[in-house]
């Protein structure tokens, strides 16, 4: 079935270093790819999607580029910030027919330290 | 426009007894999807509903269920509590879930612990 594979965390860095959590993916179809992120106490939001291969999602600094060749969809900061420390989540949806489940990773706790 | 909201946000049970969990859905959107929270399993899909109809369900046991309403507001049911069910438990809503790589929006989630 389809999965969702991410770097194990935490991970902790200084601010204004350059953030990188890894993420592949197994499906059987054309997912579309998203990064989610969880704030202590609080639900999702989502971070940044792409739908197709080579499509590059990116919001307030953070950016993915949907790799089909290598499975992938990295997450990646130029400088992070204090206020950046959450859980991501890599996930999937797997647009197959008229449902939209999303699988998810097991999550990366990111730390910046001031 | 109002996020999605959940009730209640906190909850205690005991083994055995029954809860009800409720989701407001974002105006407009018909499609809200269920999903249960754990250090252990992580994030796993529960089901989802649209239009009033299951349209989608996870590898849960029956004790597990929900429903949707007319107004697309959605309640989730779990039957005879066990210390397992303790999770952060996850509604998200999204325009009708059909489009590729359409965003869900979730809620700020309810806590259940099962003591």
């Known amino acids: 079935g389809d999965s969702v594979t991410q770097m194990e965390g935490p991970v902790t860095l200084s601010e204004e270093a350059f953030l990188t959590i890894n993420c592949t993916y197994t499906?059987?179809?054309?997912?579309?790819l998203f990064w989610y992120v969880q704030y202590p106490g609080e639900g999702l939001q989502l971070l940044l999607k792409?739908?197709?291969?080579?499509d590059k999602g990116s919001n307030k600094g953070f950016e993915a580029t949907y790799r089909k060749e290598t499975t992938s969809f990295h997450l990646e900061k130029g400088s992070v910030q204090v206020s950046d420390s959450a859980v991501y989540f890599c996930?999937?949806?797997?647009?197959?027919?008229?449902?939209?489940?999303?699988?998810f990773g097991t999550g990366t706790l990111l730390a910046v330290q001031p | 426009k109002a996020g999605v909201t959940q009730t209640p946000r906190y909850l205690i049970k005991t083994r055995g007894q029954q809860v009800t969990l409720s989701c407001s859905p974002i105006?407009?959107?018909?499609?809200v999807s269920w999903y249960q929270q754990t250090p252990g399993q992580g994030l796993q899909f529960l089901f989802e509903?649209?239009?009033?109809?299951?349209?989608n369900k996870g590898n849960f046991p029956g004790r597990f269920s929900g429903r949707q309403f007319s107004n697309s507001r959605s309640e989730m049911n779990v039957s005879t509590l066990e210390l397992g069910d303790s999770a952060l438990y996850l509604c998200?809503?999204?325009?009708?879930?059909?489009?590729?790589?359409?965003?869900?929006?979730f809620g700020p989630g309810t806590r259940l612990l099962v003591l």
């Open positions: 998200a809503s999204s325009l009708d879930g059909q489009g590729a790589g359409e965003t869900q929006y």
């Open positions: 499906a059987t179809g054309y997912p579309s």
């Open positions: 792409a739908t197709k291969a080579d």
């Open positions: 996930a999937l949806s797997d647009y197959g027919g008229a449902t939209n489940k999303l699988i």
């Open positions: 105006s407009g959107h018909r499609s």
């Open positions: 509903y649209f239009s009033e109809t299951q349209r």
